[in-house]
């Protein structure tokens, strides 16, 4: 036997209106020793790290509104320099803390991944 709300089932589903914020880039925005003090690297320091996890990190299916790869890495460097503070970091951002948390993780996994490797060969 089936039971039915007959109060909900007169009223249609809503559809999940997902709100997007804008998309930060420091390279873009900050001068080098501003982007220092962010992410505790240098450009160049910077440029070579995000060559190396690039293809870890890059969104898989590219949707209009995946985070890019550079967000994801200076999220996680800031997040590293900074400490947890999530709600700062995703106004920031323009992200969600969900998203926030999920990228931390698989960006600072495919560092320590980069950095073991070069360091035992």
Known sequence: MLFVDEEAAGQRLQPIVRHYGERRDDLDRCTENEFRQR????????????????????????????IPAHTRLQMTLRFMAQGPMYLSNCDIYGVSKAS??????????????????????
């Open 39 to 66: 992410t505790r690297l240098n450009y160049a320091a910077y440029t070579e790290l995000f060559r190396l996890v690039e293809p870890d990190i890059t969104p898989v299916i590219p949707t209009n509104n995946a």
């Open 100 to 121: 926030m948390s999920r990228h931390i993780n698989s960006v600072f996994a495919a560092i320590c991944s980069k950095v073991i490797y070069r360091l035992t060969h």
